[in-house]
């Protein structure tokens, strides 16, 4: 096991192009478990195939433990990656393809088979060690893919979207598998996904990109509940965070009927005359005393367990926001309503620079 440090580390396709990685300063603790997130082309894959030595550092360097790994070859990191694709080998069997690596590397039969069944056994695979992956089903094969990495006992694990080929029930099952066997077995781990939820119930830690850029890492609690910035706080959370841009007038934020009052500190972190309000949907209520921001509904998503109200403001037509309430609401569209939000649940950016302003 071992930490990971990336020290400025950027990776530029082609001469005079935007790098796909730019300037990233990231430290992983031994044996946490690091999620990268973003939207497509943000740079995560491109940062986990640096730190595996399958794309060259152009500036910086990347560090596993003490060593310095930036030019040093794949092979010799000391890691295991387990891609979004199992690749294993079809005409192996289960602990055939497990045990791979082993074999390759010349260790005893003896110890490579004892450990093929512990990993089977971490696994919940020892009944299947004689099958083809064709006879397996798309969660056994990824669990198999895991297992090949396991039994290599390296100091990180990389995985890059190894559940985006499960269906959405498999994936739910097979990420609380993987976070609990990750931490049962200690390994510093990083993993790439585009699924903020999956990054949100996974990840010790959190790191958000934008376009190459670390926008904050953090856990997942300081990521919803306090944003650096008006990207990450569209980001995550589902549905998205509501965002309005208001004028500030004598101290406090106006849109629509909704004032919010400003703080000192706050004024003084402004750099224009706008102020962007956030507030989840959970934070955002029907007023049971018709005070606060008039709306019409225009659809209502019904889950059972909750609703969600999808409403524009009244003399706002192009601004739409959602407030969640109570599952089998009786609420339809084209009602009236009044939305009044939580005062704890408001986030404030300054609008220019979209940085969050301060408590």
Same mark, same amino acid.
């Given at each position: ?20 990685? =730019? ?13 990268? %997130? ?51 080998? !079809? ?25 093929? *069944? ?12 004689? *099958? +083809?992956?064709? +006879?397996? #089903? ?5 669990? /198999?893919?895991?297992?090949? &990495? ?11 979207? !190894?559940?985006? $080929? ?13 976070? &609990? ?22 990840? =010790? ?20 509940? *306090?944003?650096? $910035? ?11 965070? $509501?965002? /309005? ?10 849109? #629509? ?10 004024? =003084?972190?402004?750099? #224009? ?21 008039? &709306?019409?509904? $225009? %659809? ?23 407030? *969640? ?7 339809? &569209? ?8 939580? !005062? ?16």
């Amino acid at each position: 096991m071992a930490t990971v440090s990336f020290r400025g580390a950027t990776r530029v396709f082609g001469e005079g192009a935007r790098p796909a990685v =730019d300037r990233l300063d990231l430290e992983i603790d031994d044996g946490e478990f690091l999620v990268l %997130v973003g939207p497509s082309g943000c740079g995560k894959s491109t940062t986990l195939r640096m730190l595996a030595g399958l794309e060259p550092v152009d500036e910086g360097s990347v560090h596993i433990g003490d060593r310095d790994v930036t030019l040093v070859p794949p092979r010799d990191r000391d890691i295991a990656m387990v891609f979004q694709s199992y690749a294993l080998y !079809p005409h192996m069997t289960v602990a055939e393809n497990i045990g791979f690596h082993l074999k390759v590397k010349g260790t005893p039969k003896a110890e490579r088979l004892e450990r093929v *069944r512990e990993a089977a056994r971490l696994l919940d695979l020892e009944q299947y060690l004689d *099958r +083809k992956p064709a +006879k397996l #089903s798309g969660g056994q094969r990824q669990r /198999v893919a895991m297992g090949r &990495a396991i039994v290599r006992q390296p100091q990180v694990f990389l995985m890059d979207e !190894p559940l985006s $080929n499960l269906d959405a029930k498999l994936r739910v099952s097979t990420r609380t598998q993987i976070a &609990a066997l990750q931490r049962r077995l200690g390994v510093t781990t990083v993993y790439v996904t585009h699924d903020q939820v999956e990054a949100m119930t996974m990840g =010790d830690r959190v790191a958000v990109l934008k376009d190459g850029v670390l926008q904050q890492c953090a856990s997942p609690r300081e990521l919803f509940t *306090r944003p650096a $910035n008006v990207f990450v706080a569209g980001f995550i959370g589902s549905p998205a965070m $509501n965002m /309005v841009t208001c004028e500030v007038r004598e101290g406090a934020a106006e849109f #629509s009927a909704l004032q919010v009052p400003l703080t000192r500190a706050q004024q =003084d972190a402004l750099t #224009s005359a706008q102020v962007t309000v956030g507030v989840r949907p959970e934070g955002l209520h029907l007023s049971p005393d018709e005070v606060g921001m008039r &709306a019409t509904i $225009n %659809v209502v998503e019904e889950l059972g367990s909750d609703s969600f109200l999808y409403c524009t403001p009244e003399g706002h037509p192009d601004v739409t926001i959602v407030s *969640r309430t109570a599952g089998l609401s009786t609420a339809r &569209a084209g009602d009236a309503v009044v939305l009044r939000p939580d !005062p704890g649940a408001l986030h404030l950016f300054d609008t220019a620079s979209a940085a969050r302003l301060p408590d």
